[in-house]
């Protein structure tokens, strides 16, 4: 199976098709080969590979990032409402989160980003439809209703 997002190349190689919402997710180099691998996992004890990027589409990219983004996102044509993030909570124990975040080192040892504003930026476009919370304890919520036109 074949992600092809640019309709002119296949850029995401999948190996398996068994993910669920919920699952942990973990993007590492090869070091055997040189390709991004995405794993993914109910912890971090048994994670399995479910795809690739090919290591010749990073060409600026030499075996690790500098920056690493993660959240929701949401769109609509110009001029109609946006959708909700999320389930459409606004942030909170109900609803949409990111738990267990923690960056890789080289040897492929998991640890805590520090806390924003330090170590987390947070960068939120639309804050009267969509929010997200402090990052603490290696998680944070995001998500809202929704209804912005600009």
Do not use: E
């Not at 998991?110 to 504003?117: K, T």
């Amino acid at each position: 199976m074949i992600l092809n997002l640019n309709q002119r190349r296949s850029i995401f190689l999948w190996s398996s098709s068994h993910i669920r919402i919920g699952m942990l997710r973990l993007i590492l180099q090869k070091k055997d080969d040189g390709d991004w691998w995405l794993y993914f996992g109910h912890d971090g004890q048994n994670l399995a590979p479910v795809g690739f990027w090919p290591k010749n589409i990073f060409t600026g990219l030499a075996d690790h990032a500098n920056i690493i983004t993660w959240g929701g996102y949401t769109g609509s044509f110009s001029g109609d409402s946006s959708p909700p993030m999320g389930n459409g909570k606004w942030p909170g124990a109900n609803s949409a989160t990111y738990q267990d975040v923690q960056y890789v080192s080289g040897d492929g040892q998991g640890y805590a980003p520090p806390p924003w504003p330090g170590g987390v930026h947070a960068d939120v476009t639309h804050k009267n439809c969509y929010q997200l919370s402090p990052f603490t304890n290696n998680m944070f919520y995001y998500g809202g209703p929704g209804g912005c036109s600009d």
